[in-house]
């Protein structure tokens, strides 16, 4: 069993792989010298050390490793490897199936040290999820694997620096969202928001704008009835509850640039309701974070860019971003506990 030891009052955090074919590597390497000039912040890779070994010289950019054996023991001013027994069958560019094994188990690893507390968060790399839900029967998406791991009720908030905005309703085809949508469903998934900025970011008494499904909120049930019979009756129950929320307001006034900061977050109905707003707003800067799980787990919000990998040509900002939330959302809970 591996044991932790290191002098820092923080726990490192654990990176997963992702996809090897794609750009991870590339991001891994470039954001080297950036997250480790923070003092506060541990982290390490879990991967087979042959792939970080190989795009070093691919990308040519020389970062010293560490690899770890028995025992997590972070050295500073390397990049620290815990290998995985999977091999990597790396060729940037094309995706492998053979991969699978290896991206499963860099993702259970980290989970199982995050529930042992010996990490004090996780941050995933993108994968491909078409090959690895057709090896993986049941696979969605990291967000729903995480949560039928953790046993929980989880949440997809999306955040740059200006906009925080979750998703009631994730991976599903766009003709299923609206069957999707119960009361029950709507209530627990703004719950676990309002819980999160108060938990997560420290943000005391939350204000959350609810968007909504149909045009124009559904012009008082004319063009849909959803918000009229499901989603107005759980913002009226909320409000009795004390929570400080407004809706259904119509999607395409919702985020407003003159507007962004009179909520704390916006919640939305299904996924690119939410994402489309998020990279309009901060493209290369947005990252994902996962509400309702017993451990902290963020990721870049970008895909694997099989189209860039190999190139040179991929931008760090996300990753970098998404490691320094996992810190400070996890130096938040310990305040809150």
Known sequence: MLSLNTDKKNLPIAITMGDPSGINSEIILKSFNKISNNK?????????????????????????????????????NKLNILPIKNK?????????????KAILESLNISINLAKKNKVCGIVTLPIYKKNIMEGSSGFIGHTEYLAEKDDSESLMILMSKDLKVATITTHIPISKVSKSLTRKII???IKILHESLRRDFHIKNPKIAVSSLNPHS????????????????C????????????????????????NLK???????????????PLKTIDFYGGINFTAGLSFVRTSPD??????????????????????????LISKNRKINE
């Open 302 to 327: 970008h895909g694997t860019a099989f189209n860039l990998a190999g190139k040179n040509k991929a931008n760090p900002k996300s990753f970098i971003y998404a490691i320094r939330q996992a810190f």
């Open 187 to 189: 209530s627990k998934k």
């Open 262 to 276: 009179k909520f704390d977050a916006r919640i939305c109905m299904y996924h690119d309701q939410a994402l489309i």
């Open 88 to 100: 990597v069958f790396s060729n940037l560019g094309k995706p492998d199936k053979k991969n699978n």
């Open 40 to 76: 506060e912040i541990d982290f390490f890779i879990i991967c087979d050390p042959d792939w970080i070994k190989k795009s070093k010289k691919i990308f040519n950019i020389d970062v010293p490793l560490n690899i770890i054996s028995n025992e997590i023991k972070i050295k500073q």
């Open 218 to 233: 559904g012009e008082e049930g004319s063009i849909g009835k959803e918000e009229v019979k499901i989603i107005l009756p």
């Open 235 to 258: 913002i009226n129950n909320l409000k009795e509850l004390g929570m400080k929320i407004e809706g259904p307001l119509p999607a395409d006034t919702l985020f407003y640039k003159k």
